[in-house]
């Protein structure tokens, strides 16, 4: 059982480097924002409650995020561990992820940060606003984003750095180069639960 989470900064190039990350340690991804935005595409009433928290670039409340969590490891896939994209957020999601894991008698493996310079970002962000067209991805909504991520998630890391559990990786470069440093990360990681 290998249970870890991706952490970053929005464009920190998370959902990327998770697939492959994922990938190395054959685990699947649970991607909260990637389950949001289906569930918008999709009109479901998931969906429709979310879309408007999306759209301003901020949280979904942790009720309505924490049951969709719940329900999504409760899945066969996720029997044998998993990689959490964008979750937990929130200290308060921290500790309902601590309940669902003591649970099902598992604990976290390790929690892997991206570090980003915050004007590598913005522009990172802007450029992919122009590709992909994601709601949240105008300049408005970007700088809220990143103030929404320093606010809440920020001090999540010293909450797992007290639990020695962060591994920080360094997220600047071209996206091969960072998998790369990912890969070694990863490398650790499978030497670790050896
Ligand atoms: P990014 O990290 O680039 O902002 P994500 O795809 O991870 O992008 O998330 C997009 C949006 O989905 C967030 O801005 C937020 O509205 C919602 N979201 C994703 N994960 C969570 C979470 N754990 N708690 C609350 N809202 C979330």
Same mark, same amino acid.
């Given at each position: 059982?290998?249970?870890?989470?991706?952490? @970053? *900064? $929005?464009?920190?190039?998370?959902?990327?480097?998770?697939?492959?990350?994922?990938?190395?340690?054959?685990?699947?991804?649970?991607?909260?924002?990637?389950?949001?935005?289906?569930?918008?595409?999709?009109?479901?009433?998931?969906?429709?409650?979310?879309?408007?928290?999306?759209?301003? @670039?901020?949280?979904?409340?942790?009720?309505?995020?924490?049951?969709?969590?719940?329900?999504?490891?409760?899945?066969?896939?996720?029997?044998? @561990?998993?990689?959490?994209?964008?979750?937990?957020?929130?200290?308060?999601?921290?500790?309902?992820?601590?309940?669902?894991?003591?649970?099902?008698?598992?604990?976290?493996?390790?929690?892997?940060?991206?570090?980003?310079?915050?004007?590598?970002?913005?522009?990172?962000?802007?450029?992919?606003?122009?590709?992909?067209?994601?709601?949240?991805?105008?300049?408005?909504?970007?700088?809220?984003?990143?103030?929404?991520?320093?606010?809440?998630?920020?001090?999540?890391?010293?909450?797992?750095?007290?639990?020695?559990?962060?591994? *920080?990786?360094?997220?600047?470069?071209?996206? $091969?180069?960072?998998?790369?440093?990912?890969?070694?990360?990863?490398?650790?990681?499978?030497?670790?639960?050896?």
């Amino acid at each position: 059982m290998t249970i870890v989470i991706l952490m @970053g *900064p $929005p464009g920190a190039g998370k959902g990327t480097q998770a697939k492959v990350l994922a990938d190395r340690l054959g685990l699947p991804t649970i991607s909260t924002g990637d389950i949001f935005r289906a569930n918008v595409a999709g009109r479901t009433t998931l969906g429709r409650e979310a879309q408007r928290y999306l759209d301003a @670039g901020e949280y979904v409340p942790d009720e309505v995020t924490n049951a969709m969590v719940r329900e999504r490891l409760a899945a066969d896939d996720a029997r044998s @561990g998993f990689l959490l994209d964008g979750y937990p957020r929130t200290l308060d999601q921290v500790a309902v992820l601590d309940g669902l894991l003591a649970e099902q008698d598992s604990q976290l493996d390790a929690v892997v940060v991206l570090e980003v310079d915050p004007d590598e970002l913005v522009q990172r962000l802007l450029h992919r606003a122009e590709l992909e067209h994601r709601s949240d991805d105008t300049e408005e909504v970007i700088r809220r984003r990143l103030q929404v991520y320093a606010e809440q998630t920020l001090p999540l890391i010293e909450v797992y750095s007290e639990r020695g559990l962060v591994i *920080p990786a360094e997220g600047a470069g071209e996206v $091969p180069e960072v998998t790369q440093r990912i890969l070694q990360v990863a490398e650790a990681l499978l030497h670790r639960n050896r």
